[in-house]
């Protein structure tokens, strides 16, 4: 059963351009949501998160976006730069427990 | 800060051997660590909880046997991979919780180990 999905597994976006990244979830109780970026050979880094109680979370280039109905989720990426090129997971935490991933979706900035 | 140490970052071993893998949390205290497993071109495994203190929690067929978690203190995990085979050679992800951080959901990556069982 997987709770968290990324149905996009690899994604092409120019340089300069937007990137958006998808992931969707099927539990209602997941009550945080995280972004995590994967180099190969390296543990996954923290990019940003957001409370199930916000719709929107900004830092720097990068926006997630929450839609509660759709149990939907978005990463944003402006402008898109070389070194966003990695693997990019979803992640969602319910009660300050294990976090359950999505199968990720990885990303080339074309130059 | 929130930094996390792997220890070897790679590893290879015969068949049959034990291998243990070091998690050390570097400028906080975890008492909650996780274990994870990638296969190539996969999403992260999660292998089990390691607690401090207290026996690990391992996920749906992971054998507690074959993959020994210790959780000896605040800053340290191990994973000892006994009688190791080739199937066992992957890609090693550990992550810790900042136990006094002001996001406990959050999970802080080490860079991994890759072992290969020849």
């Known amino acids: 059963d997987q709770q968290v999905k990324q149905n996009s597994p690899s994604l092409s976006v120019q340089e300069g351009r937007i990137s958006i990244l998808n992931c969707d979830y099927t539990?209602?109780?997941?009550?945080?949501f995280l972004w995590y970026k994967k180099y190969p050979a390296e543990g996954p880094t923290f990019l940003i998160s957001i409370s199930s109680i916000k719709d929107k979370n900004e830092d720097g280039r990068f926006t997630v976006f929450l839609n509660k109905s759709a149990k939907h989720l978005s990463l944003h990426i402006v402008p898109s730069q070389p070194g966003d090129s990695a693997v990019y997971f979803c992640?969602?935490?319910?009660?300050?427990?294990?976090?359950?991933f999505g199968t990720g979706t990885r990303l080339t900035i074309i130059p | 800060g929130a930094v996390v140490s792997q220890h070897p970052s790679r590893v290879i071993c015969k068949s049959g051997t034990s291998v243990k893998i070091e998690c050390r949390s570097l400028?906080?205290?975890?008492?909650?660590m996780f274990w994870y497993r990638q296969f190539p071109k996969k999403s992260l495994m999660l292998m089990a909880t390691?607690?401090?203190?207290?026996?690990?929690?391992?996920e749906q067929g992971v054998e507690k046997d074959k993959f020994l978690i210790n959780h000896a203190s605040l800053t340290l995990s191990t994973l000892t991979v006994t009688s190791a085979h080739p199937e066992d050679s992957s890609f090693y992800i550990c992550s810790a919780r900042d136990t006094g951080g002001p996001r406990l959901y959050e999970q802080y990556f080490g860079p991994g180990t890759r072992l290969t069982v020849t």
């Open positions: 390691s607690n401090e203190g207290s026996k690990a929690t391992y």
């Open positions: 992640a969602a935490n319910f009660g300050n427990e294990k976090l359950t």
């Open positions: 539990n209602s109780m997941f009550d945080y």
């Open positions: 400028d906080f205290q975890a008492t909650t």
